[in-house]
């Protein structure tokens, strides 16, 4: 996978998640590399249900494999795609470790119930049969794939792997200039403990919490700065150093916005593949 099919990827994700009208359908965001909560309301296994060694199914009853999709289709697929395997905006949930963790529902159905409001994941009020079938229907899926060839719609952390750490140190320190802005003690430390994957590569490309600065320069000269925080054709508003917000007419004033995130962006162009994994190769070392 070459880094204009990551790139394009997570734009595509970015303009879906700006949609507020999709956060209904987030129903399983949180199975992809996230750790489910334990349920006191594990399903039983239905009569059909063929185990492994481990425990987990193997196989199911078609009736019930049915019902799960019918389910997935109406709250998941969505966001996941029709067979579980990703979507515009959700992952694949055939290659999560969760559901590959999962037994009988109990991971699965955790994270159903419980919900993950913080990533605009609702609960789901659904039976023991509901998460059965959902289970069900989820775990056939992931059988599936070793059969199909190609397709993969979802970005593995192996994937973003391949970059050497050394070279892409020297790149943050030289040529890249992000030691101009950022500092691998400072605002980057820890950066690989709270993001992995694309997730950390998207942070890398396109940071999406990073913080404008403005200058105000008011009528009579005085130039006031802070961290842009309104701005449209009418008024600009910023927080000052003391915590103050303060906003002027932008008729009355002159202004200057230094948004981080435009940096980033002027860089796409300039950036080769080896750049880009290098890159994250070192920045995957900052834990």
Sequence with gaps: MNCGEILYRMNSLRS??????????????????????????????????????????????????????ALFRQDCSFCHGRDAGGGESGPDLTRSKVVTADVRGDKIGAVVRNGRPERGMPRFDLSDRQISSLAAFIHTQQNAVPTKKGGRKGVDVSDLQTGNAEAGKKYFDGSGRCATCHSPTGDLAGIASRYQGLELEEQMLYPKHAKSRVSVTLAGGQTITGTLEYLDEFTVGLIDATGWYRSWRTDDVQYKVDAPVNTHVELFSKYTDADIHDLMAYLQTLR
């Design 16 to 69: 879906v998640l700006h949609r507020s009208l999709l956060l209904a359908a987030w129903s399983l965001l949180s199975l992809v590399g996230s750790a489910a909560q334990t349920s006191t309301h594990g399903a039983q296994a239905p009569s059909g249900v063929k185990q492994n060694a481990t425990g987990a199914a193997k196989s199911y009853p078609p009736a019930l494999v049915e019902s799960g999709s």
